[in-house]
């Protein structure tokens, strides 16, 4: 397989011969407002620049929308791409939502969903502590995560917008993965924390994960987001995790 770190959540996929878009954010720099309630509030979201061009990047064979937060799924790439693409959505709220926007051929995932002989498996995930969800889950909102089968190839897990907890674990522990992506940047809400992994987290996965080579993606790109590549580059060196945890610049493709 072959992973494209575009930027912030958004990747492109290579796998078994298809193409997959994962969470596109396309929108220019400095084109929304910072997220309310947020750190670093004086700054206009994404930060950084695409590091292709749209029409590259939306030349794909399908599209995968963990759900509908502006940063995974925003006007740009509503606008940009075709409206017969396949492009799947995690329940019949966010498809209903996708196909208003005009696209013709929404479909939702299961826990075992085809495409061109890639099996697609949805994952549960969680958008924040409990405490978070508590007091503004109508907010943070429902989120999956993705595993990515086919026997020609590694099975590959998205692990989505989620903070490491037992539905994490427990997808580790079901689909066995041996390449992981993580959404690690630790974008925070002011008073209560973590909403994505931060460096913890990704210890807890490499513990959980002793076989998987892990990707870090979401970082460098949002208002919120609180962990750095440097920084977390210092402590996978800290913490002997270097030679695992792989953290790819935007534009960088890994091949897996």
Known sequence: MRITQVRNATLVVDYAGKKFLIDPML?????????????????????????????????????????THLDHWDDTAKASLPKGLPLFAQNEKD??????????????????????????????????????MEKIGDRLGTVCGMVFRHPGEKTLYLAGDTVWNRHVEESLGKHAPEVVVLNCGDAQIVGLGSIIMGKQDVLEVHRAAPGATIVASHMEAVNHGMLSRKELREFLEEKGMAGRVLVPEDGETLRL
Do not use: C, M, W
């Open 27 to 67: 929108g220019a720099k400095g084109s929304y407002p910072p997220f309310a309630g947020t750190p670093n509030g004086h700054l206009s979201n994404p930060l950084v620049d695409l590091p292709a061009p749209i029409g590259e990047i939306i030349d794909v064979d399908a599209v995968i929308v963990t759900h």
């Open 95 to 132: 498809a209903t939502a996708i196909r208003a926007a005009g696209f013709t051929d929404v479909r939702v995932l299961s826990a075992e969903t085809g495409f061109g002989g890639v099996t697609l498996a949805k994952t549960p995930g969680q958008h924040g502590s409990d405490e978070a």
